[in-house]
């Protein structure tokens, strides 16, 4: 299906949440043609995980105000600021993803985008963390399922290889709160979610290049914008740079 329209998009989620009564998770990516793929996984491999880890605390430890303790919270640290991890960003609303999927006109105008939906829970069953007292169960960070997917666990053990999962994270940042952030993290096996199990869990809605700045404006005017998903100063700078060109 193909959204042109917010009420598109209201149109195909009243549809979704009607045959399936779970948890929907949302990302936006400029181009219909890329996978779910985490940027780690996507490079030549020259560079283990582990020697990225180190250059990044390197450089940045005298720049925070208080270190992380564990290994997952300089992942976080690191996909925030742009260096690759194993990490897919996601959200639990639909609107903050489609504004990444259609925000930069300028490089991606051209291309058509895409608003994935996934289902945590059924992505979950792939890698066998289904809890039956609990339908819906995801884990965080913090559980036992996760300990696998650690730096340190992968870094000493290669010949595993596990599926990805979808897990919920402290939402310790005002860009992650803003975003309303949730992950999903990948293991050593090196394959895109969408082609996992029997690919029900992942669903794709196309956005034609022609309606991407048609989108970008209705979403301005329901107040999703650069500061909101990025309060920061140089959100302010980018949008008054933008208003006066």
């Given at each position: 299906?193909?959204?042109?329209?917010?009420?598109?998009?209201?149109?195909?989620?009243?549809?979704?949440?009607?045959?399936?009564?779970?948890?929907?998770?949302?990302r936006?990516?400029?181009?219909?043609?890329?996978?779910?793929?985490?940027?780690?996984?996507?490079?030549?491999?020259?560079?283990?995980?582990?020697?990225?880890?180190?250059?990044?605390?390197?450089?940045?430890?005298?720049?925070?105000?208080?270190?992380?303790?564990?290994?997952?919270?300089?992942?976080?640290?690191?996909?925030?600021?742009?260096?690759?991890?194993?990490?897919?960003?996601?959200?639990?609303?639909?609107?903050?993803?489609?504004?990444?999927?259609?925000?930069?006109?300028?490089?991606?105008?051209?291309?058509?985008?895409?608003?994935?939906?996934?289902?945590?829970?059924?992505?979950?069953k792939?890698?066998?963390?289904?809890?039956?007292?609990?339908?819906?169960?995801?884990?965080?960070?913090?559980?036992?399922?996760?300990?696998?997917?650690?730096?340190?666990?992968?870094?000493?053990?290669?010949?595993v290889?596990?599926?990805?999962?979808?897990?919920?994270?402290?939402?310790?940042?005002?860009?992650?709160?803003?975003?309303?952030?949730v992950?999903?993290?990948?293991?050593?096996?090196?394959?895109?979610?969408?082609?996992?199990?029997?690919?029900?869990?992942?669903?794709?809605?196309v956005?034609?290049?022609?309606?991407?700045?048609?989108?970008?404006?209705?979403?301005?005017?329901?107040?999703?914008?650069?500061?909101?998903?990025?309060?920061?100063?140089?959100?302010?700078?980018?949008?008054?740079?933008?208003?006066?060109?």
């Amino acid at each position: 299906m193909e959204i042109n329209s917010i009420q598109d998009l209201l149109a195909k989620l009243e549809e979704l949440h009607h045959d399936q009564n779970q948890d929907i998770w949302y990302r936006g990516q400029a181009s219909s043609e890329w996978s779910l793929k985490p940027y780690y996984l996507r490079l030549d491999g020259r560079q283990s995980e582990s020697t990225l880890l180190k250059r990044f605390k390197q450089s940045a430890a005298m720049l925070i105000d208080t270190a992380p303790k564990e290994s997952f919270d300089w992942l976080f640290l690191m996909q925030h600021y742009g260096v690759p991890t194993r990490l897919l960003d996601w959200s639990e609303s639909p609107l903050v993803a489609l504004y990444f999927a259609v925000e930069n006109l300028e490089k991606h105008g051209n291309e058509d985008g895409a608003l994935w939906l996934l289902y945590p829970s059924e992505l979950n069953k792939n890698a066998h963390i289904n809890n039956r007292d609990e339908d819906g169960y995801i884990p965080s960070f913090e559980d036992e399922e996760l300990v696998s997917y650690s730096v340190e666990s992968l870094k000493s053990n290669t010949r595993v290889q596990l599926l990805p999962v979808a897990t919920i994270a402290t939402r310790n940042n005002a860009r992650i709160q803003a975003q309303h952030g949730v992950f999903t993290i990948h293991h050593h096996e090196n394959i895109a979610l969408e082609d996992i199990g029997n690919r029900k869990h992942a669903v794709k809605l196309v956005i034609p290049q022609a309606s991407k700045e048609i989108l970008k404006k209705q979403l301005a005017l329901l107040g999703y914008s650069k500061f909101q998903l990025f309060p920061e100063l140089s959100s302010i700078g980018d949008i008054i740079k933008e208003s006066i060109q």
